[in-house]
């Protein structure tokens, strides 16, 4: 159990405290020299799933927290999954830009658009990143942090706290941001607890990820024809 309370420890104080601190740099870093933006992506993928197994290594040893990977096929799921899937279809729509709404478009991704990938080999390094969060981070908080905090603390509470530190974890997608990504942490959230099927959160993690990088990129390539 201690090293449960060690892991929960590191993921809800120091994880976010990484992001906190490192987040200007970072983004500085990215704005002066286009090279940074694909290191980031890799330090990013490997500090996913460098978490991930810790998890998995930790419940394989403990069993603590219950960590339900197994894809629950009831009414509540199928429907969700169902919405899913249309929310993601209707988002993909959405980012196919044209000259015409080329504006608009910036306007909507102007706080994360310098770290939106740019070239060919950014964008498939972004899908992977962008798989790679939809899977890691549902397990890293919706799996195993809220699963920690729901047996310590009332369900609500586990709710709020998860996706604070959640939302925390993406500051560098600007302070602006930090609540719509709590309210999408928190529909994550819901998805999981009310149907008790992670894939689904993942999948849709993955969709409105995937859909962001396909924005940018197509936005970049039309800049570069105007």
Not at 3 to 9: E, K, P, Q
Request: proline share 2%.
């Amino acid at each position: 159990m201690i090293w449960t309370i060690l892991l929960a420890g590191f993921i809800g104080i120091i994880y976010p405290l990484y992001f906190v601190l490192t987040y200007k740099k970072t983004n500085d870093s990215i704005k002066q020299d286009d090279r940074f933006r694909l290191i980031d992506y890799k330090k990013t993928f490997i500090i996913f799933w460098v978490l991930t197994i810790l998890i998995l290594v930790n419940f394989f040893i403990t069993k603590t927290p219950q960590l339900n990977f197994y894809p629950n096929f009831g009414t509540i799921s199928i429907i969700l999954s169902i919405l899913v899937v249309a929310l993601s279809i209707i988002q993909y729509r959405f980012s196919n830009v044209t000259y015409e709404t080329l504006d608009t478009a910036k306007e909507k991704t102007k706080d994360i658009y310098f770290y939106l990938p740019k070239t060919k080999g950014e964008f498939n390094w972004f899908i992977i990143l962008s798989i790679s969060a939809g899977i890691c981070e549902e397990i890293i908080f919706r799996l195993f942090l809220f699963e920690f905090l729901h047996e310590n603390v009332n369900v609500w509470v586990a709710f709020v706290l998860t996706n604070i530190i959640f939302a925390i974890t993406h500051i560098g997608s600007g302070k602006q941001n930090i609540i719509n990504v709590f309210i999408l942490g928190l529909l994550f959230s819901a998805i999981y607890y009310f149907s008790g099927n992670i894939w689904i959160a993942v999948f849709l993690h993955i969709a409105i990820d995937i859909n962001g990088g396909i924005l940018g990129y197509r936005i970049h390539k039309l800049e570069k024809n105007q």
